[in-house]
């Protein structure tokens, strides 16, 4: 139960870099909420991977390229139901904020990430 405490709040330090830069790149750049969502999931990933690092998993036993390169397979894969929830509330609801829309894509991913994570990334 500490451990997934623990990946709940990495998540929520993540979720708030993702809207942070989502808003930021929505505000000072012509990116549509489409493109802008892209650069703040990438962003939230490497904000994540350092929390989920050194406060949830501890370091793997692998080195931190591989380590990496884990985290960001599992990411990836997780970032991708994340966007396509993302984009179908967006289409399905236009009036929807874009902030409202990442808030719930990001609930249905985190189940995902926790097992990703926890099997393939950080495992021992």
């Known amino acids: 139960m500490v451990r ?3 990946f709940v709040l990495a998540g929520g330090i993540g979720f708030f870099a993702d809207a942070a830069a989502l808003w930021l790149l929505l505000s000072v750049t012509p990116l549509g909420p489409l493109a802008a969502r892209v650069l703040s999931i990438g962003f939230a990933l ?3 991977w350092q929390i989920n ?3 949830t ?3 793997s036993s692998r080195g931190i390229a591989q380590e990496g390169a884990r985290y960001g397979g599992v990411g990836v894969a997780t970032s991708i139901v994340n966007y396509l929830v993302y ?4 289409f399905a ?3 929807l904020p874009p902030l409202a829309a990442l808030t719930v894509a ?3 991913a985190m189940a995902l990430s926790f097992v990703g994570y926890s099997r393939l990334v950080f495992d021992r």
């Not at 984009?87 to 967006?90: F, P, S």
């Open 4 to 6: 997934l405490g623990r």
């Open 46 to 48: 490497t904000v994540t």
């Open 53 to 55: 690092r050194h406060l």
């Open 57 to 59: 998993f501890a370091p």
């Open 87 to 90: 984009c179908a509330l967006l």
């Open 93 to 95: 609801l236009p009036s």
């Open 106 to 108: 990001s609930l249905v």
